[in-house]
């Protein structure tokens, strides 16, 4: 079993930048994936970025403004938000799979809003 902690969320103006943190219990090893998905209210969760031991995917709405990135030895995966946009808000999730386990994080709140 992993368990998944967030931190970072929080409340911004748009144009400006939030760091969200998602650290793992357990060993994380390079090639399992690690990410991030978001929820808005009424909306389907989505896939925001993802990233293993190569290139990460980025959703389009967020390309050029979001950089995702890990620590392998610190079991943990980043997500740096820049220009932001009132559409970004939602629930941030952490997600994790290993082997054929996929593991959810509980969430940190964006809110962008002037």
């Known amino acids: 079993q992993v368990q998944l902690v967030e931190s970072g969320g929080g409340s911004v103006q748009p144009g400006g930048s939030l760091r969200l943190s998602c650290a793992a219990s357990?060993?994380?090893?390079?090639?399992?994936?690690m990410g991030w998905y978001r929820q808005a209210p009424g909306n389907q969760r989505e896939m925001v970025a993802l990233?293993?031991?190569?290139?990460?995917t980025y959703a389009d709405s967020v390309k050029g403004r979001f950089t995702i990135s890990r620590d392998n030895a610190k079991n943990t995966v980043y997500l740096q938000m820049n220009s932001l946009k009132p559409e970004d808000t939602a629930v941030y999730y952490c997600?994790?799979?290993?082997?054929?386990?996929?593991?959810w994080g509980n969430g940190t709140l964006v809110t962008v809003s002037s």
């Open positions: 997600y994790v799979q290993k082997y054929e386990m996929h593991y």
């Open positions: 990233i293993t031991s190569g290139s990460p």
């Open positions: 357990r060993n994380i090893f390079s090639d399992n994936p």
